[in-house]
């Protein structure tokens, strides 16, 4: 089976293209709400073949943390990719295995299933990636989102074809980093995404949301205490030292 992502050009992305085929595989069902952590926390079955993590080249040299979760097929495969700066670089972790995802477990478990490598990315100064200071949604996002995409298409495990995927911030992240046209992207299917940040969400109506910005503050640090969980499963010290100063970088902006 050939895997295909449409074409993505300056006048129009191809978001119809794998939303098309996330509902030809029945992908596209009820999935986890944005912001919200699934309840349960009962043990998950891994679902991949092998599993890599590393660190990816931003085009300054900031490194960015990914994970890769491979099929158990042999060739390459096109990339299902999410990028945010929750807990995407940490995907198939010791906290994903117990559900504790800022996304959808159930959803990546069945892109694999169809034959596509699911890569989680790590926006700068968040999770495990270095870069400072943390910048939501700032100038490098895109550029980052562009470079992750490209390094994604040159893995030995890749085709070549990168989709985006998710909402929320990986929903925003997918607009900033096709903005960039990398050549790689063949489509994005962004959703819940913000068309004015202050109107839409620091002040709805005009109003500032006060508790807006304090309850999301604590949003990130509860998702980074699944970065934190999966990171010292694997005694990854590298990866703990990191965090705590993408923490202090979060509170002091």
């Known amino acids: 089976m ?3 992502f449409t074409q993505v050009t300056h006048r129009q992305v191809g978001a119809s293209a794998l939303v098309c085929i996330l509902a030809f595989t029945g992908i596209a069902r009820s999935q986890t709400p944005p912001g919200e952590v699934p309840e349960s926390d009962a043990p998950q079955k891994q679902f991949w073949a092998r599993r890599e993590t590393g660190y990816l080249p931003a085009a300054d040299g900031t490194l960015l943390r990914y994970s890769v979760l491979l099929p158990a097929k042999t060739g390459r495969f096109p990339v299902a990719l999410s990028y945010s700066g929750y807990d995407t670089g940490s995907i198939g972790g010791a906290a994903y295995l117990k559900n504790d995802v800022t996304f959808s477990f159930d959803l990546d478990r069945e892109l694999v299933a169809k034959g596509y490598a699911v890569m989680g990315v790590n926006a700068r100064a968040t999770g495990c990636s270095e870069g400072a ?3 939501f949604l700032g100038v490098k996002y895109g550029e980052d989102g562009r470079d992750a995409v490209e390094f994604a298409a040159k893995q030995p495990w890749s085709n070549g074809n990168v989709g985006m995927y998710g909402w929320s911030w990986a929903g925003m992240s997918q607009l900033a980093t096709a903005s960039d046209q990398p050549p790689h992207l063949k489509a994005i299917v962004p959703g819940m995404v913000l068309g004015d940040l202050r109107l839409d ?6 109003v500032t949301a006060y508790a807006m910005a304090s309850h ?3 949003f990130v640090h ?3 205490n699944a970065v934190s969980e999966s990171a010292n499963a694997e005694h990854d010290s590298r990866c703990l030292e990191q965090l705590k100063k993408n923490a202090r970088s979060l509170d002091e902006n």
Do not use: K, L, M, S
Not at 201 to 206: D, M, R
């Open 216 to 218: 999301w503050n604590e």
């Open 222 to 224: 509860f998702r980074w």
């Open 2 to 4: 050939h895997h295909h």
């Open 133 to 135: 200071p943390f910048d």
């Open 201 to 206: 969400n620091a002040a709805p109506g005009g």
